[in-house]
């Protein structure tokens, strides 16, 4: 079982499938396995579920060691070890490829997901339910302010925005429901993604902003990416 930790991040696949098992049954792990707190569990236990889970045919794709992390995800993490929050909304979530770095490092923020597909919420809820406590995922929608304004420190929009017909009112429930910061990153130059229906530059994201109220602005960039980090002001 030492070859799982090669091949997969240990912790976070172990939640997942312990999720799963709790949600639907498989894959079949020691129920001692399942009930102890994840943080406690050493890495041959880690590797046991991972076991039970290959056995049963789970797909582990999202854990998989040799991913290298994305120069993007490493900026917006850098500038978020730069501040101090308690809360995160993270629009978009998809597979995690930011949420799963970021609670490694950030254990102690509570994290709310949003996303529009019902399998990427069942994912992040089971990952929740797996040892993940600080995490809570929802199907809605964020044009539709899902939240009151202020709930959360900051609100994160990775690789979202270009996706969002309604790009306005999406920026305008960002920065009313963000008491402190609001992070941004899109593609910097056109792709051939059919799902990207905007273009969003510097230009464009600031008068977004401006129109939501919100012009304290930094702007970055990395590897084909424009990152954008909002400080909000409201008094």
Not at 133 to 158: G, R, Y
């Amino acid at each position: 079982m030492d070859t799982y930790s090669e091949r997969y991040h240990l912790k976070p696949a172990a939640a997942w499938l312990r999720g799963h098992a709790l949600k639907t049954g498989t894959p079949e792990i020691d129920p001692e396995l399942l009930e102890m707190p994840l943080e406690v569990l050493t890495d041959e236990e880690l590797s046991a579920i991972i076991e039970a889970g290959e056995k049963d045919g789970q797909k582990l794709y999202p854990f998989k060691n040799g991913k290298a992390e994305l120069p993007r995800v490493r900026q917006v993490l850098g500038f978020l070890h730069g501040i101090e929050f308690d809360t995160l909304l993270d629009v978009g979530s998809g597979r995690g490829v930011f949420l799963l770095p970021f609670m490694e490092e950030f254990p102690h923020v509570q994290v709310t997901s949003l996303d529009l597909l019902d399998k990427r919420v069942t994912f992040l809820n089971e990952l929740a339910a797996g040892g993940y406590t600080q995490l809570t995922a929802h199907n809605k929608n964020i044009c539709d302010q899902p939240f009151p304004e202020n709930s959360f420190d900051v609100v994160t929009l990775l690789e979202v925005l270009e996706h969002i017909p309604e790009v306005g009112k999406a920026v305008s429930a960002a920065v009313k429901m963000a008491r402190k910061y609001v992070v941004v990153s899109v593609p910097s130059k056109e792709d051939d993604n059919p799902e990207h229906i905007h273009l969003l530059t510097k230009d464009i994201l600031t008068k977004l902003f401006a129109d939501a109220g919100c012009t304290k602005l930094h702007f970055g960039g990395v590897n084909g990416h424009l990152i954008m980090m909002a400080t909000i002001d409201k008094e």
